[in-house]
């Protein structure tokens, strides 16, 4: 229990702070005031006993809680898309707030895990490296489609000067990107020799060391799933049965990190179709010829049990081993 209950709803112009205490279900304070940081920390200097603050996840939402975590006994940063009371009724920043704390005194806020500076400049690495690779992909494209509108197959056979203008600017662009996308994957070559996890989480078959980089940079601490589902469900593989009245009504996919599940079906692709045998891919053998599976179900399979050793390799902050297996004692 706490004894003030405080949601904010932070914005570039102002911000709405909405206080309980532990005592009534009155709202003391709803003020909607202009956004300064340091007023914002005198108000919550003046509160005496345990304080708990929830804000939604935003772009703001890290720089806030790295400037208030000293000032408050424990920070919620919680799912926006989890508080569906906030669009009903009235809407304006101080009802928001007042819902939020709401919300938050009824232990109904699902938090959005946050961790320190070097695992948010981990984030903002390879958030970087993916913007980049989108760019890239992006003028790659419109370069072939260039060449497909004027139906031909290299830089020679383009004739016309507006023609060849087009080609040579997005020519430009895809020598830059690949000048950058070079520079980044030297720093994540640095940060697997220096980073001992990143290092080991590498040795697992088809990671590599920038999905090695990504999977550090969002797990952080393997310790905050609970289980082996709760670890899957993030990732994206497996699907929630929906049951009521004892009457199974189909399946439905959780909220899940959209990297993690491209990290695992993308390295589940590279040990099935590399040229040398793994144990991953005579587990995807094995399911074909032995039980039946079709091609895209073991694939699925083979990518779960990545996730799994991922796991492993994440609690025990070793290098992956062919021997190990994908049962609960592996992972503990």
Known sequence: MY????????????MAIARMTQHDDKIRDNKDVPADIEDLKAYLSLLRGK????????????WLYTELCTMVTEILVCNPHRNHLLSEGGKNDKIDAAKLVRLLKANMLKPV??????FFHL???TSGYEDLV???VRTKNQKSALFRALGVSKEADVSSKYDVFVFNGQQTLIDCYETEKKRYEREFSMLRRSNPLI?????VPGIGPINAV?????????NRFKSK????????????????????YGTRMPMYCRTMKNIFKTAALATIQNGYDNCFRDYYQHLITEKNYPSHNARHSVARRIAVITLGVFRRNKPFQDNWRCDSDNIS
């Open 51 to 62: 304080t708990i603050l929830t804000f939604e996840e935003t772009t703001s939402a890290h």
């Open 134 to 136: 989108k760019v890239g």
């Open 3 to 14: 004894d003030h209950y405080i949601a904010l709803d932070w914005a570039k112009a102002n």
């Open 229 to 248: 589902s709760a670890w899957l469900s993030y990732c994206g593989l497996v699907r929630l049965e929906k049951m009521s009245g004892g009457r199974s």
């Open 113 to 118: 895990f946050h961790s320190g500076d070097f």
């Open 199 to 203: 290092k080991n989480l590498a040795t």
């Open 214 to 222: 990504k999977l550090a940079a969002i797990v952080v601490d393997a």
């Open 123 to 125: 984030r903002k690495l």
